[in-house]
């Protein structure tokens, strides 16, 4: 009986021991543990509130850029283009109101819109890569031929652009005979849709990619696809501007793929600014400096040349952007 409360009375001793030196703990600590808390949380809540009204006052500025450049659009791009003919072909995944304010700015400067290629997302999937590529050597004419390394994707841009534009001025809005029934072919396989008269051929091809970069495995081989149709788009007419969002020109964008691509990239322009005003006014500068043969990396994001071309450039009748 003695060793059990003798064990009993240390147990009840050790507990009360415990919970003195915890009531003095937290008694000693109270006052500066709250002190330090309080003081970073004010810390933290006025940075916040100075982060907050820097924001605000950024939005504030963007906002009024973007309204005065839309504003003063119309002048910045009257006659710029003048009498030329545009053909704007869609990616998988474009915006449409992306795609409708960039035509519209295209239209102020003077420019007719032939009309629209609305590639599908059928077009982009790695599982009709072979649909894709008998289509494309059972449309294109007899005197097109294909190499040994061009992809499926490689040979429906050749067989496309020669289509729907022309580095010809002399055919600029003419139908070409040869490629009759191009457009047709692949709108009946859901490879594309068409709005109004792209088959009455542009001289000038506007390429809008996607809103979003493509996602998962078959990513990369879905840019390069866009990449292969600005690229065709160039070379079969006098030349090509491939826009899309900021986004765009990060890593596994659109944009930044032609941007890697050397051979591209020296012949098709980018603009990566294309949702917001200025940028659409530098499509319309960069589908002018193609005329003349030169091209640009243009906007914001990685890879660009600068923010707009240099100036106007004088178009000359050359093939090829």
């Excluded at 819109?113 to 649909?131: E, F, H, I, P, W």
């Excluded at 004419?141 to 067989?159: C, G, L, S």
């Excluded at 091809?205 to 160039?234: H, I, N, R």
């Excluded at 079969?236 to 990239?265: C, H, I, K, Q, W």
Aim: glycine share 8%.
């Amino acid at each position: 009986m003695i060793d059990f409360r003798y064990h009993l009375v240390s147990i009840v001793a050790i507990f009360l021991a415990l919970s003195v030196g915890i009531v003095l703990g937290t008694t000693l600590l109270k006052e500066p543990a709250i002190d330090t808390a309080e003081t970073l949380a004010n810390q933290l809540r006025l940075s916040n509130n100075e982060l907050r009204a820097e924001l605000k006052t950024v939005q504030g500025q963007n906002a009024a850029n973007d309204a005065f450049v839309t504003a003063d659009t119309p002048r910045l791009v009257r006659d710029t283009l003048a009498g030329e003919r545009v053909v704007i072909v869609e990616a998988p995944g474009s915006s449409v109101s992306m795609r409708e304010a960039v035509q519209q700015v295209v239209t102020e400067s003077g420019a007719i819109v032939s009309g629209r290629v609305t590639l599908t997302d059928k077009y982009l999937d790695a599982t009709q890569s072979d649909v894709v590529d008998r289509l494309a050597t059972d449309a294109k004419p007899v005197e097109m031929t294909f190499t040994a390394e061009d992809t499926p994707y490689d040979k429906a841009a050749a067989v496309l652009a020669n289509a729907i534009v022309t580095g010809d001025p002399a055919q600029v809005g003419k139908a070409n005979p040869v490629a009759a029934g191009v457009l047709e072919a692949f709108q009946r396989g859901g490879l594309i849709n068409v709005a109004e008269q792209p088959a009455k051929r542009a001289d000038l091809a506007l390429v809008v990619g996607p809103a979003e970069p493509y996602a998962g495995e078959t990513a990369v081989a879905q840019s390069a696809a866009v990449v292969s149709m600005a690229t065709a788009l160039d070379e079969a007419g006098r030349g090509t501007v491939l826009a899309g969002p900021l986004n765009s020109s990060a890593a596994g964008g659109t944009l930044a793929a032609l941007r890697e691509d050397t051979v591209a990239a020296e012949k098709v322009s980018t603009v990566d600014n294309v949702d917001m005003p200025a940028g659409r006014v530098v499509v319309v500068y960069a589908l002018r400096e193609q005329l003349s043969g030169s091209s640009g990396q243009y906007g914001m994001g990685p890879g660009v040349s600068a923010i707009e071309p240099s100036a106007p450039a004088v178009p000359t009748p050359t093939s090829g952007g």
